[in-house]
């Protein structure tokens, strides 16, 4: 494990895989640097060093507040010259969900990004559901509880839309203890996103320079497939993509081709 440290003096945890360019994959609300532990070695036997992190305030990383969504574009500003350094370029990025948010934030303050896909970064466009007005200041409220399992269950049932049997299926599934150690950042995964309600931020994309393909899933429901095409139509030289895949993502096989396309050119 590599640690890079942040300019607020947090340590930010990471794994790296592979010997060529850096592509670091930005997760999603709940994910952990483990999530993308096989993208990240699919990228590496495609010639790049696939790079995965732990977002602030989860796993190896250190959680230091109050949180700041700047806080979170100087992290991934801090990974970018660990391991780009090395090899005297820039990182490529692939942004996974919300964390396309926080890739699209960084890269409009001019963190030196190489290249950028985002996989269904989910805003709302046109006349789908929003979370509720007050998504945020709920979650605020619960955080300031300390109150993690609350806070997933309303992630998942306000902020994702899942009904309450999927919710407490994951509730009282295998998996939710593990949950339970992330689940305080859902928080920060809502302010990356901009405002409770969601809404594609269309004067932030526009000052993106990158190239981006913005990726959807055939898989996926028609709020976040229009959202990814929304978001490609609005950064300046972005393209919209969709992909044979699931609910919310895309195969590792199918996926890797077009990310190696895209971060080698």
């Known amino acids: 494990m590599g640690t890079a440290t942040s300019a607020d003096g947090t340590t930010i945890a990471y794994e790296a895989y592979g010997d060529g360019p850096a592509v670091i994959v930005v997760g999603g609300a709940t994910n952990t640097k483990e999530a993308w ?4 070695q699919a990228l590496a036997t495609d010639g790049f060093t696939g790079v995965t992190y732990d977002r602030r305030g989860r796993g190896g990383s250190g959680g230091t507040r109050p949180y700041e969504v700047e806080r979170e574009v100087e992290d991934l500003a801090a990974v970018i010259e660990a391991v780009g350094a090395p090899v005297g370029d820039p990182a490529g990025v692939h942004a996974v969900s919300s964390g396309g948010a926080l890739a699209y934030r960084a890269a409009a303050a001019g963190v030196p990004i190489r290249t950028l896909s985002v996989l269904e970064t989910p805003y709302r466009v046109g006349d789908h559901p929003t979370p509720p007005a007050d998504y945020i200041e709920t979650l605020q409220e619960l955080y300031d509880l300390d109150d993690p399992q609350s806070m997933l269950e309303y992630f998942f049932l306000a902020g994702v839309g899942l009904p309450p049997e999927a919710v407490d299926a994951i509730t009282y599934g295998p998996d939710f203890d593990a949950l339970l150690g992330v689940g305080l950042t859902v928080l920060y995964d809502a302010l990356c996103l901009g405002s409770s309600e969601a809404v594609l931020p269309a004067d932030l994309l526009a000052t993106v320079s990158t190239p981006v393909p913005s990726i959807a899933s055939t898989g996926s429901p028609a709020f976040l ?34 990310l190696a396309a895209h971060h080698r050119a």
């Not at 609005?234 to 969709?242: I, L, N």
């Open 225 to 258: 497939v229009d959202a990814a095409r929304a978001a490609g139509d609005a950064v300046p030289d972005g393209t919209f993509v969709q992909l044979s895949g699931d609910f919310h993502s895309v195969p590792t096989a199918t996926l890797v081709p077009e």
């Open 37 to 40: 532990a096989e993208l990240c």
